[in-house]
């Protein structure tokens, strides 16, 4: 086996499909990519058995073959020879077998004046890499920006420790309403998000729990191309770019009902300039994480006193001009979980509607359509 291909081509590629496989505690074929060199192109996969991600390479292949070697190794050599390269290509060459001699299977790794001579291993024990090729299955186009923003907002509620699977998700419920509503939850807050106007086929007319652990992949390859393919395959979702194929299993579990959670009234509305409101939490956090990091807002109807208080380090306040509608209130919440809403927020203004202390807070957006909604449970003291 033997191919040459473009040497930052290659290491930017290894940075996406790397991140694709298994930690500690895994199978341990699972830590390894998968090489195919076939035709013209060169696949490299990599997995943890939840998410898969391929990419094909245009390369110069001599020889065809397949091997597996651990990611984190062939990213670190292919990035330190790419650092200071002075030529534009690598490549790699499995020595063929020589008959009575027995020897631990490697590959040799060529740039310039760069040599190596990594172990390689064979294949028998890697996962099986689905064909799509030809294959016909639902799929639809998505505006990567949007669906980048959306993925943004939600993810902030997103569990990633709770014992139940499905708070371990993204809910995606499409619903066959024209729209797509994406919730995520941890129990202590809920984030809701609707892309309005999507267009895809009626396959999709259902609810799918997008794991916790596809998300950033997922946001990385949103970083290319102005569209993104979607697509379900045999209980999976399919998301490809030009250059890149991520393969997401999905959580078979039941969502919580957040239809029930999100408060039908309120008897407070208040509006704040977000970057004052994130700039105010910042300002008393050292003293409130000190008490479980919570922050009080006592809100007037012209003014907001945002503060923290700590029987070891003492007190702090900052004072933020606001527009009340309703009487005022003391309220305290997360000082955490307020800023996660407003670095996400993408507006000047923040609204939070609010009825008692002790009744969930709902932050949003000002905006109508494609509405973003956090749900907070307030904190008591």
């Not at 192109?41 to 058995?49: A, F, I, R, S, Y």
């Not at 995606?172 to 086929?201: C, H, Q, W």
């Not at 309703?326 to 670095?343: K, Q, R, V, W």
């Amino acid at each position: 086996m033997k191919f040459t291909l473009e040497l930052g081509r290659l290491a930017d590629t290894l940075g996406v499909v790397s991140r694709a496989v298994a930690g500690k505690g895994i199978r341990p074929i699972l830590a390894n990519l998968l090489v195919t060199a076939r035709g013209s192109e060169v696949q490299l996969v990599g997995t943890d058995m939840e998410v898969m991600v391929i990419s094909r390479l245009q390369a110069t292949v001599e020889r065809e073959g397949h091997f597996t070697i651990p990611a984190k190794l062939v990213h670190e050599v292919v990035n330190g020879i790419a650092a200071g390269a002075d030529k534009e290509t690598i490549s790699f060459d499995v020595p063929e077998p020589v008959e009575g001699v027995a020897a631990a299977p490697v590959v040799q790794v060529k740039s310039g004046r760069n040599n190596f001579s990594l172990q390689i291993q064979g294949i028998e024990d890697y996962p099986p890499i689905p064909s799509l090729e030809g294959e016909t299955f639902p799929r639809f186009d998505m505006d990567t920006a949007v669906l980048k923003k959306s993925l943004k907002e939600v993810s902030i509620a997103m569990g990633t420790e709770e014992a139940n699977p499905s708070q371990r998700s993204i809910c995606l419920n499409f619903g066959g309403t024209g729209e797509i509503v994406m919730v995520a939850t941890d129990s202590k807050r809920l984030a809701v998000t609707t892309i309005p106007k999507a267009a895809y086929p009626a396959e999709f007319n259902a609810t799918f729990l997008l794991p916790a652990r596809t998300v950033p992949e997922l946001m990385k390859l949103l970083e290319e191309g102005e569209k993104i393919n979607v697509g379900l395959y045999h209980k999976q979702l399919v998301f490809t770019t030009p250059k890149f194929q991520l393969l997401s299993r999905l959580i078979d579990g039941k969502f919580p009902d957040y239809n029930r959670v999100l408060p039908k009234e309120h008897s407070r509305r208040l509006t704040v300039r977000r970057k004052e409101f994130a700039q105010a939490i910042k300002t008393v956090t050292p003293i409130a994480r000190h008490s479980s990091s919570m922050i009080r807002l006592d809100v007037g109807p012209n003014e907001m006193r945002v503060w923290a208080e700590s029987r070891e380090e003492g007190t702090s306040e900052s004072f933020v001009p606001v527009r009340l509608e309703g009487d005022p209130i003391n309220i305290a919440f997360n000082g955490a979980y307020l800023s996660e809403f407003l670095n996400v927020l993408d507006e000047d203004d923040a609204v939070m509607e609010m009825t008692t202390p002790s009744y969930p807070g709902v932050l949003k957006t000002t905006r109508t359509e494609g509405r973003f909604l956090y749900v907070l449970m307030p904190m008591s003291y």
